[in-house]
């Protein structure tokens, strides 16, 4: 039989883009002579519907829209995700379609409660072995714990969350010998390193289990904050048969592979491990997929940038940069602009067109594209398109130097970008005048040290805001991990914005990207950024700030902030944990961070709650809408500081 998976990149409740994808992938498959296509967890509504799952009409919808769906299956076996509400519970299904019938629904048992998952505030888990009778407009059909039949093949299912329960509890171990097939249509967001993890468990599952599985992924930044990678995996008692390339830039991914059900199993496989994960790639590919759906679905007309020259917002210009390379290679360049939804015909025409006038160009040589190598026009393409979807402004003031300067001016230069040049000391000045005139006295470095260093900051959110909205753009914030933990950054300031691209990635990190990015992806301007020490510049230079000299170095914050708050450890036992692990700092030092960390991060949630929106690109994320949650009020762990 040949069987196939598809990742979809759906966006919630749009019914019409949903059906559009869920046709495409159908037809493609049929084309391909698949006889069975499984397509994604929640694939009709989309997974990120949040609260709108606990109402009566979605689910009523979804059941309405899937009846679209049945025709477009004649002559194949397709499983479309929704959601099924039965006596005002809601649940979590995969319905089974072919030639125009609806075969029934299998339905998820258990259901994902940790990281980002709050499954269990929408859905209400299935118990194994039962089943239960959906009732549509005169029709019926079986839902609950189900085997089903295709042409001999008999196939049972997990979804997602399903499959990564122990193996004594998870519905498979109830199918061993049952079923010849598995399926799990899935959500499971991007993490970086992770798709080593789904690796290992899908070839796992088909070698304990003694069967072949199926594995398919959503696509893309479907709601918001989550990514998915569109992984699809093919497995055969150990066996390796299918694995596709993630990320793509398509609406649609069909992938299929042939699979001989009449013969019996082949010896059960030894797994064989994959090489180990680039991250920095990884990162890199999750970032732009993320950004440039956010900015379709966003109906936004690109994105503008507060381009300090330091390493977080040459990373957010990077991605934008990376945004285009990526997609048009994928993609090509008129298809590429179809879908960014911010180009006018007359526009796409003339980039995507056969000659490409080149602008400005004021060297001797061929004044138009069709002259130029291939990868040159590419590359000039690329500019202009980046130069249209990403507006920068370095915004200095008297504490600024020539280096961030530099930095940011050869950046944007280099990628494309549209660079704005402008100081903001008489705000600032007008500003400070106006609060020392009303309180009768100066203020100095020496007794307003945070409120002069924070008016800069803030100051620079207006223009870049005004400019933002008079180019319909999305204004990118750059704050990291690691700022967000400890609050170093200045609340409608540097965190204003309507989208934090890197908020879910530390500090030590970035660093170590930007070196990667420079020489792996060829961006020889980052040389600037990464020959300095990252600062805020917001007291005057003779003082030389730096942000590990007002925090600490950036790995050992990370170590604690994850000690903390992945591994939830005690102030004490974090401490107890640094002591072993860093023998050449002394334990006093250690101690004054571990206090510093603690303390920055318990009077800091308040900014927390209210940074844009964040993707969630690593393991974890300190965001209190999708990872972790703190109060904003608390007794900040001094009996435990104290303690230590």
């Known amino acids: 039989m040949r069987i196939a998976g598809a990742a979809l990149n759906q966006i919630p409740f749009d019914w019409t883009h949903n059906l559009r994808t869920i046709q495409e992938a159908i037809t493609q498959a049929k084309a391909a002579g698949v006889e069975l296509l499984c397509l994604p967890e929640l694939c009709l509504t989309g997974y990120g519907c949040e609260d709108l799952f606990l109402s009566d009409w979605l689910p009523e919808s979804a059941l309405l829209h899937l009846q679209q769906v049945r025709p477009w299956t004649d002559g194949i076996c397709v499983v479309v995700g929704l959601p099924i509400r039965l006596n005002h519970r809601t649940y979590n ?12 629904f299998a339905a998820k048992q258990f259901l994902a409660n940790d990281g980002v998952h709050y499954e269990p505030r929408f859905f209400h888990p299935w118990p194994a072995g039962e089943t239960t009778t959906v009732k549509w407009e005169g029709e019926e ?50 993490a970086m390193s992770k798709t080593d993890v789904r690796y290992h468990l899908v070839t796992e599952a088909s070698r304990n289990f003694r069967c072949t599985y199926l594995y398919a992924n ?8 989550m990514v998915y990678d569109g992984e699809i995996l093919v497995a055969r008692n150990g066996h390796l048969l299918l694995r596709n390339q993630l990320m793509s830039f398509k609406e649609v991914d069909m992938e299929c592979v042939d699979v001989d059900f009449s013969q019996p199993l082949e010896p059960a496989a030894e797994i064989e491990p994959l090489p180990a994960p680039d991250e920095y790639r990884e990162l890199n590919q999750a970032l732009s997929l993320a950004l440039f759906d956010y900015l379709r679905k966003a109906r936004s007309r690109g994105f503008v940038l507060s381009l300090s020259g330091g390493a977080d917002s040459v990373m957010c210009a ?20 179809r879908r960014a939804g911010c180009f006018t015909a007359e526009e796409i025409g003339q980039l995507a067109g056969p000659v490409m006038p080149v602008p400005d160009q004021q060297t001797p040589g ?26 920068c402004a370095y915004q200095g003031t008297v504490n600024s130097s020539d280096d961030t300067y530099n930095s940011a001016k050869e950046l944007a230069d280099s990628i494309g970008a549209v660079f704005y040049n402008w100081t903001i000391d008489e705000e600032v000045t007008g500003y400070v005048g106006k609060i020392e005139h009303a ?4 203020l100095t470095w020496q007794t307003d040290d945070l409120a002069l260093q924070n008016i800069q900051a803030r100051v620079r959110a207006p223009a870049i805001w005004l400019l933002a909205n008079v180019q319909n753009c999305l204004l990118m914030t750059t704050s990291n991990r690691s700022e967000a933990s400890v609050g170093y950054c200045t609340m409608d300031g540097d965190t204003a914005g309507s989208i934090s691209p890197i908020a879910g990635v530390d500090k030590a990190f970035v660093k170590q990207w930007l070196r990667w990015a420079e020489t792996e992806l060829n961006y020889p301007a ?24 007002d925090l600490m170095p950036y790995p050992l914050l990370n170590r604690i902030e994850r000690l903390a708050f992945y591994d939830r450890l005690s102030p004490r036992q974090v401490l107890a944990t640094l002591v072993q692990e860093e023998t050449a700092t002394d334990e006093e030092e250690l101690k004054t961070y571990v206090k510093r960390f603690y303390s920055l991060w318990s009077r800091n949630q308040w900014k927390r709650e209210r940074y844009a929106p964040a993707f969630h690109l690593d393991d974890y ?15 900040g762990f001094t009996q435990e500081l104290n303690a230590l």
């Open 621 to 635: 994320n300190v965001d209190p809408r999708s990872w972790l949650r703190f109060p904003i009020l608390s007794g």
């Open 439 to 442: 309180l009768g006295r100066p």
């Open 318 to 337: 990077v991605a934008v940069a990376e945004l285009v390379r990526l997609g048009t290679a994928e993609l090509g360049t008129a298809e590429f602009m």
């Open 526 to 549: 980052l040389r600037h950024v990464n020959a300095l020490q990252p600062t805020a510049e917001l007291r005057p230079l003779e003082e030389k700030q730096t942000d590990e000299k």
């Open 93 to 104: 299904t995969a319905a089974v379609l072919r030639d125009g019938q609806i075969l029934g």
């Open 218 to 225: 959503l696509l893309g930044n479907e709601a918001g904050r």
């Open 366 to 391: 061929p004044k138009d594209a069709s002259l130029m190598e291939p990868g040159q026009r590419q590359q000039t393409v690329n500019q202009q398109l980046t130069r249209r979807l990403l507006t």
């Open 141 to 190: 059909w079986t839902l609950g714990d189900m085997i089903f039949e295709h042409q001999g093949v008999k196939f049972g299912f997990e979804i997602c969350e399903d499959a990564w329960r122990p193996d004594d509890v998870r519905p498979a171990c109830r199918l061993v010998g049952r079923v010849d097939l598995i399926v799990n249509p899935s959500a499971s967001h991007f």
